[in-house]
């Protein structure tokens, strides 16, 4: 299911969903702040920030990843959620 995600995040309403049902309306800001910094569209910068995740994601990280999926009841929305708040930390960007 979590590859499925992934290969349809190209279609909006993939990505409009998925936004809906993490259900995290500062995400979706930090999408679109970091997806305009880029110039891109918010669905284009989710698209190709997830797939660059997967591609490049060490061991370490699958592991955890695979882990939080254990614990949840949606793991598919729960890794998804994990690899955005990699992607982009709530606090990136912010003076200290």
């Known amino acids: ?3 499925k995600i992934i290969d349809d995040l190209d279609d909006p309403n993939v990505v409009l969903g998925l936004v809906a049902a993490l259900d995290a309306p500062d995400l979706l800001a930090r999408i679109g ?3 305009e910094a880029e110039g891109l569209t918010p669905q284009a910068y989710l ?3 997830v797939r660059t995740f997967v591609d490049e994601a060490s061991d370490d ?7 939080i999926m254990n614990r949840s009841e949606d793991p ?3 890794a998804m959620r994990a690899i955005l ?3 982009l930390p709530a606090n990136r960007g ?3």
């Open 94 to 96: 912010v003076a200290t």
């Open 1 to 3: 299911m979590l590859g």
């Open 85 to 87: 708040e990699a992607i």
């Open 47 to 49: 698209a190709a920030s």
């Open 33 to 35: 702040r970091s997806a």
């Open 76 to 78: 598919s929305l729960a």
């Open 61 to 67: 990280t699958w592991l955890q990843l695979v882990g």
